[in-house]
């Protein structure tokens, strides 16, 4: 029987955790746990990535779409290094993930060529902890803090293992030192309730409001029979935040769509004539789009105090969590529906909706968003969505209506290109029985989308529902304007590539669409397919991605009769 090791605990310590998997690059510094991890049958699997940065995002999208701990694994130097944008991704959008990386200090004066200070490099991404587990007895207690730290702050966090810790025997009493698991993955530490004065204060204040505006982020995941319920009660119109977007069904008539530089006119609208504000687990960084100082009374629910008044000053702060606390606002707040209030948002959301009808406006040679519009009709239940960054947001804000049911998740704070193909792929094998879609632009499969492929290649024939569409909008753009006007210069024309072609060449499926008439019958075609497709899109690079204006989105001279209804 081979040699208990120190690699051989970190396994089980995985195992503990409920870690379903880890995404990493194998090295030299962190092979020992890798070589564990393969010893271990796939409980937990190991994933290798193409390159660290997607290992990264594969666990910070597992993160996103199961509410776990998303693991991964680099060695020291380069390799850590690459981490960092995935990271960085968690800590921006508050969702916990635990990062080990191996050490090999074997080498001249202590020291390896690829030696980086990883606590200094680490040190800022995974602020809330940086350990080493120097001796084979700290190391289940350093994992085990490792995993609360990032459970109790929805945050990355990082242990370094030594790779002669890694390889060390174990003694049975090693296991003496093994913590006891204080809080479940995917779960909170605790049931967090605002005081009773706060709720009091807060039910005062939506109940004298005429223009009740609810702004929805990615804290009201959970709540959505509690906000549609209040917002019923107060008729209040309801946006969402880009990273809010699947929380509410969008095709509720009260519901404005995202807020934002990507959102639409309905919701800018909405903040422009608003009363009174609540905020629902939102922590939307488009503050030009937020109503004007002093137009408002402000009450903002949030499970993380520290983002009370981050964007926008607030009169009652409501630190709680998202469900329980508007359960709690729902049996304080009297039934004071303000019907034209409603019914003006109403009609705002009716007219952005038809304007949206833009999709099919002619263009060279296809129209970006009526690709989206088309995929809107077409939308499997129970789907995933993994989108990029770059034009395909916008497209994807305004005129992608998600179900209840589907999960979309996007690099939304830190806004980093490449993310989606690494998203669907930890999306993917979490749940290999649902539908994943990839939304991208051709610069983000450039960047990290087209290797990620050869992994999707690796693994498809193991789901029992092989669906898994890559969506590239390919409009040969590097400019990044987003006018309407044509790229400049040699240096913003990306260079094409045949992206059908290549899923083909590994075996998945591949379409390519350049008319109009036929996006539908492509999207039927790849939504079909018994293997995971991509679906090239040549759209027109020149359709303006214009933002609305907020200085002009004002629904209170709106009114028919020039003031809201009182009556209830």
């Not at 271990?40 to 660290?52: L, S, Y």
């Not at 090999?104 to 809330?128: F, H, K, W």
């Not at 503050?287 to 607030?314: A, E, F, L, S």
């Not at 993994?386 to 998600?402: F, I, P, Q, T």
Request: charged share 20%; net charge negative; with cysteine.
């Amino acid at each position: 029987m081979a040699e208990r090791t120190v690699a051989d605990l970190v396994v089980e310590r995985l195992r503990a955790w409920r870690v379903p998997r880890a995404f990493g690059c194998p090295g030299a510094a962190i092979d020992p746990v890798v070589a564990a991890l393969n010893r271990a049958g796939g409980d937990p699997e190991f994933v290798p990535a193409r390159h660290g940065e997607t290992a990264s995002f594969m666990a910070s999208g597992h993160a996103k779409f199961t509410g776990e701990i998303g693991v991964c694994l680099a060695t020291q130097g380069p390799s850590a290094v690459h981490l960092l944008n995935g990271l960085y991704d968690a800590k921006l959008d508050s969702k916990p993930v635990v990062a080990i990386v191996g050490e090999d200090t074997s080498g001249p004066l202590g020291g390896a060529y690829e030696e980086i200070g990883l606590s200094r490099l680490l040190g800022d991404v995974c602020n809330q902890f940086v350990r080493y587990g120097r001796t084979p007895a700290q190391v289940p207690a350093v994992l085990d803090q490792a995993f609360r730290t990032a459970a109790a702050t929805r945050s990355p966090t990082c242990v370094v293992l030594p790779r002669e810790v890694q390889v060390a025997s174990v003694p049975d009493l090693v296991a003496q030192f093994a913590g006891v698991m204080s809080a479940t993955p995917g779960e909170p530490v605790a049931q967090v309730l605002p005081h009773d004065t706060d709720l009091a204060a807060a039910a005062s204040l939506l109940g004298m409001g005429n223009r009740v505006a609810i702004l929805v982020g990615q804290g009201g995941h959970g709540a959505a029979a509690e906000i549609v319920a209040l917002a019923d009660r107060l008729g209040a119109g309801v946006a969402a935040s880009l990273l809010g977007k699947p929380v509410l069904d969008e095709r509720l008539p009260f519901h404005a769509g995202v807020l934002g530089e990507v959102g639409t006119t309905a919701a800018a609208q909405l903040m422009g004539g608003c009363d009174t504000l609540l905020m629902v687990g939102t922590n939307n960084p488009w503050t030009d789009y937020y109503p004007m100082p002093g137009q408002v009374r402000t009450i903002q629910i949030d499970i993380d105090g520290r983002r009370i008044g981050n964007r926008y000053p607030v009169d009652v702060p409501l630190v709680g969590d998202a469900t329980e606390t508007l359960r709690a606002l729902l049996a304080r707040v009297p039934d004071r529906p303000r019907r034209a209030w409603r019914e003006t948002v109403e009609a705002s959301v009716d007219r952005w909706r038809q304007a949206a009808a833009r999709a099919a406006e002619p263009a060279e040679p296809v129209n970006p968003q009526l690709v989206l519009h088309e995929l809107s009709a077409r939308m499997p239940r129970e789907a995933a969505v993994a989108v990029d960054v770059g034009s395909v947001v916008y497209w994807y804000a305004r005129h992608l209506e998600l179900p209840p049911g589907v999960a979309a998740h996007l690099c939304g704070t830190l806004g980093s290109t490449g993310c989606a193909l690494p998203y669907a792929v930890a999306a993917k094998l979490a749940r290999p029985d649902r539908p994943v879609l990839a939304l991208a632009g051709d610069g983000a499969m450039q960047l990290n989308g087209l290797a990620e492929l050869i992994t999707v290649a690796h693994h498809w024939r193991e789901w029992s529902d092989p669906r898994l569409v890559v969506l590239v909008l390919n409009n040969r753009d590097n400019s990044g304007v987003g006018d309407g006007r044509p790229a400049a210069g040699v240096a913003n024309r990306r260079p094409d590539v045949p992206y059908a072609g290549w899923a083909r060449l590994l075996g998945l499926h591949g379409v390519r669409v350049d008319r109009p008439e036929l996006v539908g019958a492509a999207w039927d075609e790849v939504l079909a397919a018994d293997r995971p497709s991509v679906l090239e899109a040549v759209v027109d690079p020149t359709v303006a991605r214009r933002a609305p204006e907020p200085a002009m989105a004002d629904l209170r001279g709106l009114f028919s009769t020039g003031e809201p209804d009182t009556t209830g």
